[in-house]
């Protein structure tokens, strides 16, 4: 049973279902990733909504990121509360927190990862230089970003001509921190510092890195990732700005700077989407200022800037309108009023046949109904997560979900949610939780509620099928059902209902025991191949894309095979929408750009650099062809050419099917080499 809370104990007073199932002992935590299940949080990272300034309590200090612009619609933000004792395990964490958060009296708040003591500086200075930087040697005509995990930052492709690190600024997030710094936490290390510890400790780059606390045993956001061979940010770095024969592309000149942030290992680890906003937008903030610092070191108005961000997960609104999404509009579209030459790419995404994403229409929902199946593979060790979502539009005052366990298992375990506002549950959005219980243990979280007070969002939450994670309980291994019934208010005409599963794969370097659980079409339970154009089902490959990628402003890039100029088989895609004369048509969020991903149906992915200097490996995803745009868009900037000058323009007779315009955008970017080094067998293939 989950227990009651007073109003002031009720952490989803600000907050939604993800936070609410995450902090709380009784429901999720005791399976949530590393940073919150050992407990208790004293620093915790958030964002609040809206305009407002957050301000000091006698019990939380706040402190605020640097930032591009003051007072931002979506204001990211880190608190420590002094009044949890860190060596106190008999508590509710849901409960501090949510007293933390009334005690800031705000409009809306999002919970997001905590941080490790070790991290928090004694003493920030918003707005001061960092340490030991000194600007870059000649005036960048382009700077490149990159936000990543595992940024080999002392790597020979990042060195100009002389042998000085082109890496102007590199911010490790979840890095031990310094007595005082300019960041509110993590490390700051700047390209002074880089050549610094390369004088000091040669070509031992693992030494260099342990000196600069990028390896670090005690902290498991940042842990001995930089000891393995290969990482996904060395792949990405490499590809979109390094100079090294394992990336095989023409150099970028000595006046391309680079700006890095690498992102806690928990970023990698959960794919659920929780918790990361925070964390991925300081990023993006931060890159944004330190670019403005390098222009005002020379005098200069804004300097051409493009990011590499290839990252994502599966679920969420996809119609560019959740908080994150909201705040990188805002940046993209502030900063091109004075500098055009802005731009931040991101991949499409890598689950086009992973059957994780169904489009229902009205036509499929004949009698005001829809069942639909999700099957949980045995030995999942990490928890399960599905969103429906409803046209925004929606009034579903009679509408009711019900979910049914796989067969062979207790009756018991179906359980309804009506999709409406719980009276009992006062401020914030309106929403409603139901817990789903086994043996009188929680083992998911059915919730309901109007994102943003705009959109209905239908949530289910499971803990792991795998046994033996310490908390006696663990979800039945099958094919749970989920019906739709819509009651006296069926489906509008034109209306339509996305259910998208949250990404729950393996990254291959954290070793996390994650399942993907998938979706299945109850009326065609064998589903034909998903790249292969067809008549749409309601299970379907299409709209498939990167959920956190759908700002209107965000260079979305799918991937491609280079031999057949075909798009790579698990590339994401757009929705397609069919209207009431079956014509299909593609939504607004189309890739912008196709690049390549794969080099061949038996050379797939590209290569790139591993973590150590003469070190390679190959990289298999759309993260590798966003990578590669962001490198010829790179290029473009320095020449002084616009964006997508050289890129191939697609159907210029007019635009294909619905199906290949969703994989491809109107562009082709073109190959960033032709032929590759040569790769020993020994070296991985790392998915992405």
């Known amino acids: 049973m989950f227990p009651n809370r007073h109003d002031h104990e009720r952490i989803d007073k600000y907050t939604g279902p993800y936070e609410r199932w995450i902090f709380s002992q009784d429901l999720g935590r005791p399976f949530a990733f590393p940073a919150i299940r050992k407990g208790p949080s004293t620093h915790i990272t958030a964002l609040m909504e809206g305009d407002g300034m957050l301000t000091m309590l006698d019990d939380l200090e706040i402190r605020i990121p640097p930032l591009w612009k003051d007072n931002p619609d979506v204001t990211p933000f880190v608190m420590w509360n002094k009044s949890v004792d860190p060596e106190e395990t008999d508590h509710h964490e849901d409960v501090e927190l949510a007293k933390c958060l009334h005690g800031l009296n705000g409009t809306r708040y999002r919970l997001n990862m905590p941080i490790d003591p070790a991290t928090w500086p004694e003493t920030y200075t918003p707005g001061a230089t960092p340490a030991e930087w000194q600007a870059p040697k000649v005036k960048p005509r382009v700077i490149i970003g990159v936000i990543d995990d595992g940024i080999p930052f002392m ?151 493009v990011i590499d961000f290839s990252y994502g997960w599966s679920a969420n609104r996809h119609d560019g309108e959740s908080s994150f999404e909201r705040a990188v509009e805002a940046l993209i579209t502030d900063r091109r009023k004075s500098q055009p030459c802005t731009e931040l790419v991101m991949p499409t995404g890598n689950n086009f046949a992973n059957d994780m994403h169904a489009r229902i229409s009205s036509t499929d929902c004949a009698d005001r109904t829809y069942s639909i199946g999700w099957q949980l593979k045995p030995d999942d060790r990490t928890p399960s997560y599905l969103e429906i979502w409803l046209p925004p539009d929606c009034d579903p005052k009679s509408w009711t979900i019900t979910i049914k366990p796989p067969p062979g298992n207790d009756p018991a375990l179906e359980t309804s949610i009506p999709v409406s506002a719980d009276p009992l549950l006062k401020d914030g959005d309106p929403r409603r939780f139901v817990e789903l219980e086994q043996d009188g243990k929680n083992i998911g979280q059915l919730s309901a509620d109007k994102h943003l007070n705009n959109r209905w969002r239908v949530m289910l939450a499971m803990i792991p099928t795998a046994g033996g994670l310490g908390a006696e309980r663990r979800t039945p291994v099958g094919m749970w059902t989920i019906k739709i019934d819509m009651g006296a208010d069926p489906l509008a005409t034109d209306d339509h209902i996305d259910i998208w599963v949250q990404r729950d794969d393996d990254p291959t370097q954290l070793g996390t025991g994650g399942q993907q659980s998938y979706l299945v079409d109850l009326a065609r339970p064998t589903p034909p191949r998903r790249f292969e154009p067809k008549a749409l089902t309601p299970v379907r490959g299409f709209g498939c894309l990167n959920g956190i990628g759908t700002a209107p402003s965000v260079f979305r890039i799918a991937g491609y095979t280079q031999s057949t100029l075909k798009p790579s088989s698990y590339s994401g895609s757009a929705s397609i929408t069919v209207d009431a004369k079956g014509t299909e048509r593609v939504d607004a969020n189309l890739p912008a750009a196709t690049a390549v991903a794969d080099q061949g149906w038996f050379k797939p992915g590209l290569p790139s650099i591993g973590v150590l200097s003469g070190s390679g490996a190959r990289i298999i995803g759309t993260s590798a062809a966003a990578a590669t745009a962001t490198r010829l868009i790179a290029l473009n900037y320095i020449a002084g050419k616009p964006t997508c000058e050289g890129f191939e323009t697609l159907y210029q007779d007019g635009d294909p099917s619905a199906q290949t315009l969703s994989r491809t955008g109107h562009y082709r970017v073109p190959p960033v080499c032709n032929t590759a080094p040569k790769q020993s067998p020994e070296q991985p293939f790392i998915g992405v």
């Open 155 to 305: 790597h020979r492709a990042f060195r100009d001509a002389e042998g000085d690190s082109r890496i102007s600024l590199c911010w490790l997030q979840a890095a031990r921190a310094n007595a005082s710094a300019a960041v509110p936490f993590g490390r700051e290390i700047t390209g002074h510092q880089i050549d610094t510890l390369r004088a000091e400790h040669g070509e031992s780059e693992i030494r260099a890195y342990q000196a600069a606390q990028a390896i670090d045993r005690d902290l498991p956001e940042m842990d001995t990732v930089l000891m393995h061979h290969a990482t996904h940010g060395a792949h990405i770095s490499g590809i979109a700005g390094g100079n090294d024969p394992f990336v095989g592309a023409t150099d970028l000149p000595d006046d391309a700077a680079i700006i890095a942030v690498q992102l806690p290992n928990t970023i990698a680890w959960d794919t659920s989407g929780f918790g990361k906003e925070m964390m991925m937008l300081s990023a993006i903030e931060y890159i944004f200022n330190r670019a403005r610092m390098i222009a005002k070191a020379y005098n200069s108005p804004e300097i051409p800037l």
